[in-house]
T-cell receptor, first 114, second 110 residues
Framework: DAGVIQSPRHEVTEMGQEVTLRCKPI?????LFWYRQTMMRGLELLIY????????DSGMPEDRFSAKMPNASFSTLKIQPSEPRDSAVYFC????????????FGEGSWLTVV | RKEVEQDPGPFNVPEGATVAFNCTYS??????FFWYRQDCRKEPKLLMS???SGNEDGRFTAQLNRASQYISLLIRDSKLSDSATYLC???????????FGKGTRLHILP
């Protein structure tokens, strides 16, 4: 079975540019999470969806960040405009919304904003 | 109090030794607990779930103390391949909000 698929794997962009990260969760999973990981702050939950509906976006740093999940098999995280402090690894993860189910991660999108 | 707290380490432990780390959580309503392992430049992967009665998987033992709101991970007979960052994970429950600790770095020394 395919795991969580993220794209792009690596991106280098200039400050001020728009960045769009994409995620395809595991088929049958109905919860999707976006995390950001840096050395200083660890793994931070940005936003998560249940059945395509955003449940908690309190971790989204500011208005420059937005996330959508138009259907059960696709989600995007957009940063506009990007800043150097946004440089991090962005992980998408999914799980089936049942107590105790394992959360599976994609391989991450490594973003560098210069 | 932070939602999920871990000692960042690093723990430098000789091969063959036993090492243990704890993780504390702030939400007493938390219902599910896990330990994940993350290797350098890789995604986190499930190591083991943590059950109320405690559970063991080979050299790894996980325990939950609800009264004191912490979970623990014990690694016996440590191997070089155990070197990684170990992340404590708490499922907040009703809304399935999943929170990770910042991780504890473990270095097994030859």
């Amino acid at each position: 079975d395919a795991g969580v698929i993220q794209s792009p794997r690596h991106e280098v962009t200039e400050m001020g540019q728009e960045v769009t990260l994409r995620c395809k969760p595991i088929s049958g999973h109905n919860s999707l999470f976006w995390y950001r990981q840096t050395m200083m702050r660890g793994l931070e939950l940005l936003i998560y969806f249940n059945n395509n509906v955003p449940i908690d976006d309190s971790g989204m740093p500011e208005d420059r960040f937005s996330a959508k999940m138009p259907n059960a098999s696709f989600s995007t995280l957009k940063i506009q405009p990007s800043e150097p402090r946004d440089s991090a690894v962005y992980f998408c993860a999914s799980t089936r919304r049942t107590q105790g189910n394992t959360i599976y991660f994609g391989e991450g999108s490594w973003l560098t904003v210069v | 109090r932070k939602e999920v707290e871990q000692d960042p380490g690093p723990f430098n432990v000789p091969e063959g030794a036993t090492v243990a780390f704890n993780c504390t959580y702030s939400n007493s309503a938390s219902q599910s607990f896990f330990w994940y392992r993350q290797d350098c430049r890789k995604e986190p992967k499930l190591l083991m779930s943590v059950y109320s009665s405690g559970n063991e998987d080979g050299r790894f033992t996980a325990q939950l103390n609800r009264a004191s709101q912490y979970i623990s991970l014990l690694i016996r007979d440590s191997k070089l391949s155990d070197s990684a960052t170990y992340l404590c994970v708490v499922n907040w429950g009703r809304d399935d909000k999943i929170i990770f600790g910042k991780g504890t770095r473990l270095h097994i020394l030859p």
